[in-house]
Antibody, heavy 121, light 112 residues
Framework: EVQLLESGGDLVQPGESLRLSCAAS????????MNWVRQAPGKGLEWVST???????YYADSVKGRFTISRDNSQNTLYLQMNSLRAEDTALYFC???????????????WGQGTLVTVSS | DIVMTQTPLSSAVTLGQPASISCRSS???????????LSWFQQRPGQPPRLLIY???NRFSGVPDRFSGSGAGTEFTLTINRVEAEDVGVYYC?????????FGQGTKLEIK
């Protein structure tokens, strides 16, 4: 059974840093594209970042230069290093894996429950 | 970047009646591999998103066949054949055709 468990969310002040983790199990983590998606309170979904199985990384303009996605395939864990946090980064952060497979399907199929990041003074 | 626009933003449907949600992209979603990467998600209150449809019209594992997707290029539609009470929630389209991914604003589905 695929499981994704996010952790690391917290209440921080503007300008501070935070690292989110997503522990994966139930699939061969190293073979899959992984994503971070966030949802501000009462708002819609916003794509944040994606990392391929070949470690290529992609970011939304809103976080580029401040956030860094990474993966540790030996630990089956996805990370999101978040620096220079702003009030507008306040959201529930989800990690999600792509379908992948032999055809390399590009769509997030399994999602974690999310971890809450609150940026406030 | 590709902007995804959904209509309507909310819809109230009678149980057993059909519902449809439209999604328009600002650019073609045809990938360099020839596939069109447009997906639909359902999000129930307090839950993470659930994948319903991928590549325009492919139902994900376990998704009831009353959900269907259609479209091409820049215009796409999610149709629920006969709405059930458990279908209440917010529906999102998402493009993964480009490395910079994006979601629609979401459509809230309620029962009339």
């Amino acid at each position: 059974e695929v499981q994704l468990l996010e952790s690391g969310g917290d209440l921080v002040q503007p300008g501070e840093s935070l690292r989110l983790s997503c522990a994966a199990s139930g699939f061969t983590f190293s073979n899959y594209v992984m994503n971070w998606v966030r949802q501000a309170p009462g708002k819609g979904l916003e794509w944040v970042s994606t990392i391929s199985s070949a470690f290529h990384t992609y970011y939304a303009d809103s976080v580029k230069g401040r956030f860094t996605i990474s993966r540790d395939n030996s630990q089956n864990t996805l990370y999101l290093q978040m620096n220079s946090l702003r009030a507008e980064d306040t959201a529930l952060y989800f990690c999600a894996k792509d379908i992948g497979g032999p055809a390399g399907e590009l769509a997030p199929d399994y999602w974690g429950q999310g971890t809450l990041v609150t940026v406030s003074s | 970047d590709i902007v995804m626009t959904q209509t309507p933003l909310s819809s109230a449907v009678t149980l057993g009646q059909p519902a449809s949600i439209s999604c328009r992209s600002s650019q073609s979603l045809v990938h360099s591999d020839g596939n069109t990467y447009l997906s639909w998600f359902q999000q129930r209150p307090g839950q993470p998103p659930r994948l319903l449809i991928y590549k325009i019209s492919n139902r994900f594992s376990g998704v009831p066949d009353r959900f269907s997707g259609s479209g091409a290029g820049t215009e796409f539609t999610l149709t629920i054949n006969r709405v059930e009470a458990e279908d209440v929630g917010v529906y999102y389209c998402m493009q993964t055709a480009r490395t910079f991914r994006s979601f629609g604003q979401g459509t809230k589905l309620e029962i009339k």
